[in-house]
């Protein structure tokens, strides 16, 4: 006999639970549809019982839960790192410090914040689960859609990308525990693209939030019936002021080591106002600092061939390279189109000849870009200039990625989709 | 390099190539020993006049730190130890990889890069082109069953020609293989106007109930067309016994994706033609030849056999080195035919050894796998 693999992680609420699993894998036609009206059911009164929590009680539970999921040594975080690590390939040094820079700046006065500004807004139209789709290229993904679920007071069904299916059930059971009435707002399931669950939700689900590249967006798109509310692929930068320390630079390549250079928040490029050969030296050092502090994870085959082929055509277009296990520096030329990088902490550098040129030397990048974490320049000489480009979010060098509750992904006010 | 006019000798090597090669004739089986010593001495040549005058890949040699002199890649074997230009490389022009005066430009169709980034090969020899068709596509696409006698054949070409697509290496090699092996009545139903369904169809009804074997030339995609236009329209006779299906290219980056065995079920099922009578081709913008599987002399359909002038191995994706016996890894090609450009390529195309000196598609290596929501180079340039 063959053993079975055993489901990925679930958290489904109430009594829907165990058949639900099993239905959402394979089961006949009639039976899933008999389960996921009662997921849905069962979401929508555990949506109002939800609504008629006080929030600073969801706070307080979202807090706990979340702390308990930061703790190394706590028994939910112990369960959960060895696949969660496995998962996303991150180096366990690497893991922490992920967690840390998407969860920390979500239990502070962000948080407080986030629930004042929902308090005032009027309430959601209708009570139903909204349908979040998330990526795998991130730990803590679904951190972003649920803290502004429980400030809207809205239940959620997080579907976890087949690859990463760990971290959304760790932190919607970790919620009940800390709050029971949460119990049934909330369900994290997985499931193979084109799965009958998919299209079903799909049909039923307004909104649905999808993280992802634009292959799995352009899939989910056209059978969404609802609000189809996209978080699609975006490139961040550095930006180099002619003022900028060594130490400043030396801190961007922890923009570019953290989570191994795979966020929509990871500095692909550098654009540099002070003199280049300065800015390659002193990245090069911050990686090698990075390298022994967040050690990279494994990579994939196709990691480490991409990275040797764009070392190559770096080579062969005639740039300098620093190339070292801690990353891969590629001097560019000053008019070449700006590339993206492939990855484990590969940065292209840029002369940038004047502040005034930056908007144009991105023109390409129209809607695609995500952040900028700049050194030596101030944030609004850059802000002003890249806002028109879908610029989300400006940071001092290494603290891009260290976004809180108010940060709008993508420009998207997550209490307006909600 | 030998004599004293560098543009005379490069001349020179491109005619002994090509000499080797016709000489070498439609046989595309295992060369001799003899042959392959000589095709080895061939390839070093090249690689020296590569590396003389093309800038790029002289850097990409020193990048590597293997700065030898041109001269030194012409000594035995020393070929094989020359980097391996990522075919992405084609993407970049100014890099100019070439040896001589481009004389054609061939272009990718964009279908998964985008329209402005697709892969140009400048290429200065397509008289060589012609010359590898002629050495390479009969003996795996032509046979007795489907000559039944005669010196020529009725072709239904579902690839757009040089006409319609001034800048298609495919729509170049299919166009020669009309003006040298097609029959007058040969029809090419594929142009800008899209698929003359109705044109294939009678050409296909014509000959069938003729009981004339004829040769298809297609792209998987718009054999996947002319498939669908049948199930509307049904042929009433099938095609006569020695037909055969030309197929090449796959579904990549088109709106649909079919299964290979449905499309084989569906020729089967729409025109009567088995799979032991579908050759597949594997070839690429960046490569002048062409490798085929050898159905009609009873081969492996899935497993290509390049000519003996396209050397190829597997390259371990994750250290860059040969893969370890019976492991999967991305192909790499010696191709004296790019003599005009870069020689030595390596694909993004991950295949496997197969038994009898052939390879196997297993797929194509991705840089998306875990990027989720960063983008990628291929998402910037949609």
Redesign the interface.
């Known amino acids: 006999m063959r053993a079975r693999r055993p489901p990925p992680p679930s958290y489904l609420p109430g009594a829907c639970c165990a058949a639900a699993r099993t239905a959402a894998a394979s089961g006949p036609d009639a039976l899933l549809e008999t389960l996921l009206e009662s997921l849905l059911e069962t979401l929508r009164r555990g949506g109002e019982r939800l609504r008629a929590l006080p929030p600073d009680r969801r706070l307080e539970a979202w807090r706990r839960a979340v702390t308990r999921l930061l703790d190394p040594s706590s028994t939910a975080r112990r369960e959960l790192d060895a696949p969660l690590a496995g998962a996303?390939?991150l180096s366990a040094p690497g893991l922490q410090a992920g967690l840390l820079a998407i969860a920390s700046g979500m239990l502070g006065g962000s948080a407080d914040e986030l629930f004042r500004s929902a308090s005032g807004r009027p309430p959601a139209s209708h009570g139903d689960p909204a349908l979040v789709v998330l990526?795998?290229?991130?730990p803590g993904l679904a951190l972003q859609t649920v803290l502004p679920a429980l400030a809207r007071g809205r239940p959620l069904i997080i579907k976890s990308?087949a690859?990463e299916p760990y971290f959304a059930p760790a932190l919607l059971r970790e919620l009940a525990v800390a709050e029971p009435e949460l119990a049934e707002a909330f369900a994290a399931i997985t499931w193979a693209h084109g799965a009958p669950i998919e299209s079903a939700l799909l049909e039923r689900c307004d909104p649905v939030l999808a993280?992802?590249?634009?292959?799995a967006l352009d899939a989910l798109r056209p059978r969404a019936a609802g609000r189809f509310v996209e978080?699609?692929?975006?490139?961040s930068l550095g930006i180099v002021g002619a003022p900028a320390s060594d130490e400043q630079i030396e801190l961007l390549a922890r923009d570019v080591a953290l989570f191994d250079?795979?966020?929509?928040l990871?500095i692909?490029a550098v654009l540099s106002l002070a003199p280049i050969g300065r800015v390659a030296a002193a990245l090069a050092r911050g990686l090698d600092r990075q390298a022994g502090l967040l050690p990279p994870g494994p990579?994939?085959?196709?990691?480490?061939?991409?990275v040797?082929?764009e070392?190559?055509?770096a080579?062969?277009?005639?740039c300098e390279?620093i190339a070292t296990r801690a990353g891969s520096i590629v001097v560019e030329p000053e008019r070449a189109l700006l590339?993206?990088s492939?990855?484990r902490r590969f940065v292209r550098l840029y002369p940038l000849a004047s502040i005034e040129s930056l908007s144009d030397r991105l023109t390409?990048?129209s809607g695609?870009l995500q952040g900028a974490a700049v050194a030596g320049i101030a944030p609004g000489e850059v802000e002003s200039r890249l806002a028109p480009l879908g610029l989300s979010r400006t940071a001092p060098a290494g603290r891009l990625q260290e976004t809180d509750a108010r940060w709008h992904n993508g420009g998207v006010d997550p209490l307006e989709v909600l | 390099m030998r004599g004293n006019d560098p543009q005379s000798e490069s001349d020179e090597l491109v005619e002994e190539i090509a000499q080797r090669i016709g000489a070498l004739g439609g046989e595309a089986g295992p060369a001799t020993e003899a042959d392959r010593r000589e095709l080895e001495a061939l390839a070093g040549r090249v690689l020296e006049l590569q590396v003389q005058r093309v800038e790029?890949?002289r850097?990409?040699c020193?990048?590597?730190g293997l700065d030898l002199p041109a001269a030194g890649w012409s000594r035995p074997g020393a070929w094989r130890a020359s980097?391996a230009?990522?075919a992405?490389?084609f993407k970049?022009p100014?890099?100019e990889l070439w040896t001589a005066q481009p004389r054609i430009v061939f272009r990718s169709s964009g279908t998964t890069a985008g329209a402005h980034r697709r892969s140009e090969h400048h290429h200065p020899h397509p008289e060589l082109y012609r010359r590898i068709v002629e050495a390479s596509f009969p003996g795996a696409c032509i046979d007795q069953g489907l000559l039944c006698g005669r010196e020529r054949v009725p072709m239904l070409s579902l690839v757009p020609s040089l006409h319609d697509v001034p800048d298609s290496s495919l729509g170049f090699m299919i166009d020669h293989v009309l003006d040298r092996w097609g029959a007058n009545d040969s029809l090419s139903a594929l142009g800008t106007g899209g698929l003359d369904a109705d044109g294939a169809r009678a050409f296909l009804a014509e000959h069938a109930k003729s009981r004339r074997p004829v040769l298809v030339l297609s792209t998987a995609l718009a054999l996947a067309r002319l498939l669908d236009a049948l199930e509307e329209r049904p042929l009433d006779h099938a095609l006569a016994p020695g037909s055969v299906i030309f197929e090449t290219g796959g579904f990549k980056g088109s709106e649909r994706e079919l299964a290979r065995d449905d499309l084989l079920e569906r020729s089967l099922d729409r025109l009567g033609v088995p799979p032991s009578r579908i050759v597949r081709e594997y070839g690429m913008t960046e490569l002048t030849s062409q490798a085929y599987t050898r159905v009609l002399a009873g081969g492996d359909p899935d497993t290509f056999h390049a000519p003996p002038w396209l050397f190829w191995w597997l390259v371990?994706?994750?250290?860059?080195e040969p893969v370890a016996p019976r492991r999967e890894g991305?192909i790499a090609f010696f191709d004296l035919g790019n003599v005009g450009s870069i020689s030595h390529l390596?694909t993004?195309d991950v295949g496997r050894a197969a038994g009898d000196g052939g390879f196997e598609l297993v797929g194509r290596?991705?840089?998306?796998?875990?990027?989720?929501?960063?983008?990628?180079?291929e998402?910037?340039l949609?």
């Open positions: 996303v390939r990526a795998s290229n991130l990308s690859l993280y992802g590249g634009n292959a978080y699609g692929p975006k490139i250079q795979r966020g929509c990871s692909q990579p994939t085959p196709d990691e480490s061939a991409a040797r082929r070392l190559d055509l080579g062969m277009r005639g390279v590339a993206t492939p990855g390409g990048l695609a | 790029a890949y850097r990409l020193r990048t590597r980097p230009v990522p992405r490389a970049e100014e890099l371990d994706p994750s250290t860059g991305l390596l993004e290596a991705s840089d998306a796998e875990l990027r989720g929501c960063s983008l990628t180079a998402e910037l949609r």
